[in-house]
């Protein structure tokens, strides 16, 4: 559950060092990887990736480290896990949490765009929730199987930001909310363009794994905050409307009816041998 005001919400993360907050994109990862259809998604992807047999893995966009030591825990004692992030500030926070992995663990700063890797050098590559604040994510999957081995296996995990639902009284203002949700990311419809983008990218034995990410009140209230507020300034809504919208929504939480989610892809393929 997320009751901080200082949290940041789902936008940003291509401009981590320079944002005015990093500390509360970091909490926000934090909250969201709670969450028990991220968490589902994120087990389904890592089962379909064979790590049990990789001696070498990427982790893309890695973040804090979340998955970094789940990632190690799945694979051979000697094998090694790289993590690669475009924010420096998220490099540091994860070689603190994995310090205890010592030397199987290495990371670095890259763009996801142009690995700084050579080819074919990783049995396992993946990226989590990256594709939705990157221009170009067709590049970013080219990158990861040009790093990957033949044989080897590429995992995506992303949302589909048009997903988006909530049960609320106004539907008329929710849809406007949710509709223009998507576009207010970099690349909100990134989900559902995973599986092509893999076949595009020379990649076979697409699967594709769905699962709905349900999300807290106060979750809700982090992800569209800044958004609702932009429509406001935007005269999209009166502010009026905007703060009727919230407090019925927080109504109808506190009665116990609150219900609101996305949906979420695990996909994964293989590099052709």
Not at 86 to 113: D, Q, W, Y
Not at 234 to 239: A, D, Q, R
């Amino acid at each position: 559950m997320i009751s901080d005001d200082r949290t940041a919400g789902p936008v940003g993360f291509n401009a981590v060092d320079t944002s005015a907050d990093p500390g509360g994109l970091i909490r926000f990862l934090d909250a969201a990887n709670g969450t028990a259809g991220l968490t589902a998604a994120k087990h389904a992807l890592l089962e379909q990736l064979n790590l049990g047999r990789a001696r070498a893995a990427l982790d893309v966009g890695c973040g804090p480290g979340i998955d970094i030591t789940k990632m190690a825990r799945l694979m051979p004692d000697d094998a090694h896990v790289s993590g690669v992030d475009i924010s420096e500030t998220m490099i540091a926070e994860a070689r603190k949490r994995t310090a205890s992995l010592g030397p199987r663990v290495s990371l670095r700063t890259g763009n996801a765009a142009d690995l700084p890797y050579p080819d074919r050098a990783f049995d396992v590559c993946r990226v989590a929730t990256v594709l939705q604040h990157v221009p170009g994510p067709a590049r970013v999957i080219a990158e990861m199987a040009r790093v990957t081995r033949p044989g080897g296996r590429v995992g995506v995990l992303e949302f589909d930001q048009e997903t988006a639902f909530v049960d609320h009284p106004d539907t008329k203002t929710t849809k406007i909310i949710l509709g223009t949700f998507a576009d207010a990311m970099v690349q909100g419809r990134s989900g559902r363009q995973v599986p092509r983008l893999l076949r595009a990218a020379g990649l076979t034995e697409v699967t594709v794994t769905p699962g709905v990410n349900l999300g807290s009140p106060q979750f809700f209230r982090v992800i569209l905050r800044d958004h609702v507020a932009r429509l406001a300034d935007e005269s999209v809504l009166t502010s009026q409307r905007a703060g009727q919208w919230w407090a019925d929504l927080d109504a109808w939480a506190q009665a116990g009816d609150f219900l609101g989610g996305a949906v979420v892809f695990a996909v994964a393929a293989s590099r052709p041998v």
